[in-house]
C-alpha cells in the first residue's frame, strides 16, 4: 500500500524535527505560511541564528534535492523575509535544505549562497 504524499511529508518533516532537537536547535514554528508567498517548512533557532528551513524527502528512486528549484527557493526566501518583518525580528538568519534520503538525513546550511 502506497504512503499518501502528506503523511509521507508529515513523517519526513517529524524526522526532521526530531535531528534539528538533536543538533541543538529549538523549533519556532512548523508549516509557517505567508499568504500569496508560500510555506515554510520549520523555523528553528540556533545560537542567535533563525534557520528557515526546506525539507524534502523522496523514495530512493529519485533524488529528493531536485524538489528544491529556484520557483520554490524564491517563495522561502519571500516567505523569510515576509516573517522577519511581521514579527518584527532583527536577527540574523539562514535559509536552508534539509534532505532526507531514506533514514539519512542531509543538512544544507545557506543555500542561497
Do not use: C
Not at 28 to 36: H, L, M, P, S
Not at 38 to 50: F, L, N, P, T
Request: aromatic share 12%; proline share 4%.
Amino acid at each position: 500500500m502506497r504512503e499518501l504524499p502528506k503523511h509521507f511529508g508529515d513523517q519526513s518533516e517529524d524526522l526532521a524535527t526530531l535531528f534539528l532537537e538533536q543538533e541543538g536547535y529549538i523549533i519556532v514554528e512548523r508549516n509557517y505560511f505567508a499568504r500569496k508567498l508560500g510555506e515554510i517548512d520549520i523555523i528553528a533557532q540556533k545560537d542567535e541564528v533563525m534557520h528557515f528551513i526546506e525539507v524534502k524527502s523522496g523514495r530512493a528512486d529519485f533524488e529528493p534535492a531536485y524538489n528544491f528549484t529556484p520557483a520554490k527557493l524564491r517563495k522561502v526566501i519571500n516567505s523569510t523575509h515576509y516573517y522577519l518583518k511581521s514579527k518584527q525580528i532583527d536577527l540574523p538568519f539562514s535559509i536552508d535544505a534539509l534532505i532526507i534520503r531514506g533514514d539519512e538525513v542531509e543538512f544544507i546550511e545557506n543555500v542561497t549562497l
